[in-house]
Structures are given as C-alpha cells and as structure tokens.
C-alpha cells in the first residue's frame, strides 16, 4: 500500500501552517513550525509569490497532507464529491472527514491520523462489530466504533481511553468511556470542519 514516508514536518513547513501531523509533539515548542515558520529548501526563506494556479494547488496539497491522502485517491474522492448532490468542495471534506483512521483521530482514540491509520491497519478498532482494516473505509451516519476486544488492554488504546476526557469531539461524533464505543451520530457539515480549508480553490483547480 503506497503511503509517504518522508518527514512529515517538511509537509508543515511547506505549508506555513500546523497540521498535527505528529499529534502531540506539535503542540510543545519541538514542533519544527515553532523552530522554522518557513518553507523547506534552499529558496525557503525568499519571497512567496504564488500564481492563481499555484494557490489552488497548495490548497489542494494541503488538504491531502492534512488527511494522509494521496494523489489518485484524492482525484477519485473529488469525482465522486462531483456526482453527489450538493457543492462539490463541501461533499469532498464530507467525505474526507468520514474516512475510518480520520474518525478515530477525531474521536480521541489516537494522537495523529497518521497514528490513526496505524491502529486500523493492525486490526485494533471493529465497525458494527465487525473487523475493518482498511484506513480509507468511509463510514455513514450510525455506525458504531469501538476498540477491538483483544486490544483494548494494548499500550495505546489503554492510553487513549485514559485521555479521551480531555479531548475535544465534535459534536457530530460521540464516544462513551464506560461502554468502550463511539457513535456517528451525524454527518459533518461545512460548519463542522474547523480546519482552514478553502475547498473552492481545490474545486477551481479540478475545474481547469
């Protein structure tokens, strides 16, 4: 399965911006943003100029990098954000938001999506009871997550069942501690993703 493998805090400094790539080690002052709030490279510290064409495809770089997707998945998910009814930028975050490792990294139950994608890659969470591995697997509204039986007493599913308290969930998601399972009670909206995003320009960049 193709994935990056480079340094993930290049992709933050490319973009000037946090995108919690290493969970909680970018929150402390070791995060390379706090260090080098520049682009990577030679030329990372000349002057910015970017073209239209070149604004929209940072957007669009961002937004990957942000969800740990690559190319030809990210086309295939805007195809189909294209054909549902709706403003297609906003059905791509929708869809984005919805992918498997991304609601175990909203719920709490891991400090990166990239930790996320981990986790359900070595069977640790189950959807409706049943074993998913699959990071890319796009939930719906009222399926239920929770940690896989044999798992729950693993290092880091413990830990992030002892520190989902201090997590902030969005409100279209829900996971009770005491029972062990989250919930997707609702379908995100635009009004729910936080992130800054600027989607049109993603939608403008496909459009040529």
Not at 39 to 61: A, D, I, N, T, V
Not at 89 to 113: C, H, V
């Amino acid at each position: 399965m193709a994935r990056y493998t480079g340094s993930v805090c290049r992709l933050c400094r490319r973009e000037g911006m946090k995108l919690y790539l290493k969970g909680y080690r970018c929150e402390t002052a070791k995060c390379a943003i706090e260090k080098r709030a520049y682009p990577p490279g030679q030329h990372g510290q000349g002057r910015k100029k970017f073209s239209e064409y070149g604004l929209q495809l940072r957007e669009k770089q961002k937004v990957k990098r942000i969800y740990g997707v690559l190319e030809k998945p990210f086309r295939a998910y805007f195809a189909r954000a294209e054909r549902k009814k709706g403003v297609a930028g906003e059905n791509l975050l929708q869809t984005l938001e919805l992918r498997f490792d991304n609601i175990i990294y909203r719920m709490g139950l891991a400090p990166s999506r990239n930790a996320a994608r981990q986790l359900v890659r070595h069977n640790h969470f189950t959807v409706n009871g049943r074993k998913v591995n699959i990071p890319s697997y796009i939930l719906s509204k009222g399926d239920e997550v929770a940690p896989a039986q044999k798992k729950i007493e693993k290092f880091p599913i413990k830990t992030a069942l002892q520190n989902i308290k201090d997590k902030n969930q969005p409100h279209w998601l829900v996971f009770d501690v005491e029972t062990k399972k989250g919930i997707v009670q609702d379908l995100p909206t635009r009004e729910d993703i936080t992130i800054p995003i600027e989607e049109q320009l993603i939608v403008e960049l496909f459009s040529r």
